[in-house]
Each structure stands twice: as structure tokens, then as C-alpha cells.
């Protein structure tokens, strides 16, 4: 999987952008069931008991029987701790499923030698070549990177940081709409929420210089 690793910007940055990927088997609900455990621990626990006292998930196992598919689960993460966390949960869950972690490399190393993991596999992106200077500008493509299929349009971005300028939208609600784009579900709305703030300012900037300062 390599469409995670051509994500940009500052190295404080990505400090904050810890795309995983699981790889395998399909199984009901999992990426949901991922995301609702990591968020509320307690409430999944006890769903889960309940669950396996009336056999749920044995009778979607049976439905889903059928015809095995492979998919996977995408989820992100905003700091080393969150990561190792997950991954000490998955080795210990140990369920022989690919695991894809993306990341500055010292710092994705420094989660796996405090849990005795070695990869199995190192990727990583050469950059960018060829006409360079058709690309969007770089705060743009901070955001729009973040989606490894470039589902994010850099025209969509462009449009949303005007509404926030203008009062049309929050900040939230924008990301909320560039999120849906990405099918993966590893787009960082958290990181995505400075970049937008960050490139709004500069938009305002802009547009302020151009018109002068009145009095």
C-alpha cells in the first residue's frame, strides 16, 4: 500500500499524521468496530459481551460465508502515543492480518522498537517529479495529500477556505465535507482542521494587502 506515503508538510506537522492501514479478511462492521473501541473502550466492552451472549457475530459470520473478501480498515492518529497504543492492542490481538503504518520514519520506529516490532516491509516516496510548477501550491497540497487517491479536489479546498473567510461555513463543518471524499477513511481531520485555519489566514492576508488598510 503506498498511497499514504506521499503526504506533505513540515516535519511538526507530520508529527501529527499516523496513517494505519489493516489488510485481510472482511469482517462485519470492522472498520466501524475499530473506530467505536479506540473511542469509547467501556461502552464497546459491554456491546461486545452482549453480543456474544446471543451469538451475533457466529450468525454474520454465516451470512457473510458466501464469499471471502479481502478490504481494509483505515484509521489515523494524531500522536506516537495513540499509535503505539493500537499497535501494543493488535499485538496482542495478534490476528495475522497487514498492518500499514505510515509516518516519519524515527518516529514510527520509536513506537515499534518500544514494542519489540520489526517491519516487514520499508516504503517510502521519492517525491515529486516532472512539472512541478502545475501543481497547486503547497498549503494546498498539505491538505489535499492527505488523501492518498486525491479524491480531495484542490479546488474543493480552495472554495471551502473562501466560505470560512466569508462566514459561510466553520472550519468543522469544511473539513467535515473534504473527509467524506476520502473512502479510506485515513484523512486527519485533526491536522486537517490547523491547515485549513493556517491557509485561511493566509487567504485574509492576501486579500487585506490588496485592499489596503482604511481607517
Known amino acids: 500500500m503506498t498511497h499514504t506515503l ?32 479506540r473511542k469509547f473502550p467501556r461502552i464497546y466492552a459491554i456491546v461486545k459481551r452482549t453480543f456474544l451472549y446471543f451469538g451475533i457475530p457466529k450468525m454474520l459470520r454465516i451470512i457473510k460465508r458466501t464469499k471471502p473478501v479481502v478490504a481494509h480498515g483505515g484509521l ?52 515529486i517529479f516532472g512539472k512541478k510548477e502545475l501543481l497547486p501550491k503547497g498549503e494546498i497540497l498539505e491538505i489535499t495529500t492527505m488523501c492518498g487517491h486525491h479524491m480531495i479536489s484542490p479546488n474543493l479546498v480552495e472554495k471551502l477556505a473562501n466560505d470560512i473567510e466569508n462566514g459561510k461555513i466553520s472550519h468543522e463543518d469544511a473539513v467535515r465535507v473534504m473527509s467524506k471524499q476520502c473512502v479510506c477513511g485515513v484523512f486527519n481531520k485533526g491536522r486537517a482542521c490547523k491547515l485549513t485555519e493556517a491557509l485561511v489566514n493566509r487567504l485574509y492576508s492576501l486579500s487585506y494587502s490588496k485592499t489596503g488598510t482604511a481607517y
Open 76 to 127: 489515523v492518529f494524531n500522536n506516537k502515543k495513540e499509535l503505539t497504543s493500537y499497535l501494543k492492542e493488535l499485538k496482542e490481538r495478534n490476528t495475522g492480518k497487514s498492518v500499514v503504518v505510515s509516518g516519519l520514519f524515527d518516529e514510527v520506529n520509536d513506537c515499534l522498537k518500544e514494542l519489540n516490532l520489526s517491519p516487514h516491509t520499508v516504503q517510502f516516496s521519492l517525491g
Open 6 to 37: 506521499h503526504r506533505q508538510g513540515s516535519v511538526d506537522s507530520l508529527k501529527e499524521d499516523y496513517p494505519v492501514l489493516i489488510i485481510g479478511t472482511d469482517v462485519p462492521l470492522g472498520r466501524h468496530r475499530m473506530r467505536f473501541r
